[in-house]
């Protein structure tokens, strides 16, 4: 009984307090440590920066694409409503013989003595 109890307490301290193996894991200092994240933290604000870059220039090139799709669309609208606006210049013969042309028949024979007929 004795024995089983030596044993049993031999295991428990190996679970408990780990197996020496004789390595041990080489470890680095705090300065070490923040070096190296300093480091990864450079790389990563480079990386960052670039692709702002990236996503910036496809951002400037689809708005350009889309401002001169936009002004073109604009001159057509313009050049329609300019065509509706202003109406082709109408001809009239005028009191005193002369063909005169103007937005109307009245406004074209305006100092002509008036429209004829």
Do not use: W
Not at 7 to 33: E, K, M, N, R
Not at 53 to 64: I, L, N, R, S, Y
Not at 84 to 90: F, K, L, N, Y
Request: charged letters at 25%.
């Amino acid at each position: 009984m004795f024995r089983n109890l030596l044993t049993g307490t031999a295991i428990v301290c190996a679970l408990a307090f780990g197996v020496p193996t004789g390595t041990f894991a080489q470890g680095t200092d705090a300065h070490q440590d923040a070096d190296k994240a300093g480091q990864e933290a450079k790389t990563a604000g480079k990386e960052a920066g670039a692709a702002t870059k990236d996503a910036a220039k496809a951002t400037a090139k689809g708005t350009k694409k889309v401002a001169k799709k936009t002004a073109k669309g604009t001159k057509n609208v313009a050049k329609k409503v300019k065509g509706a606006v202003t109406p082709d210049e109408i001809s009239a013969t005028c009191k005193d013989g002369t063909v005169q042309t103007g937005k109307t028949k009245t406004t074209a024979c305006t100092n002509h003595g008036g429209v004829k007929g």
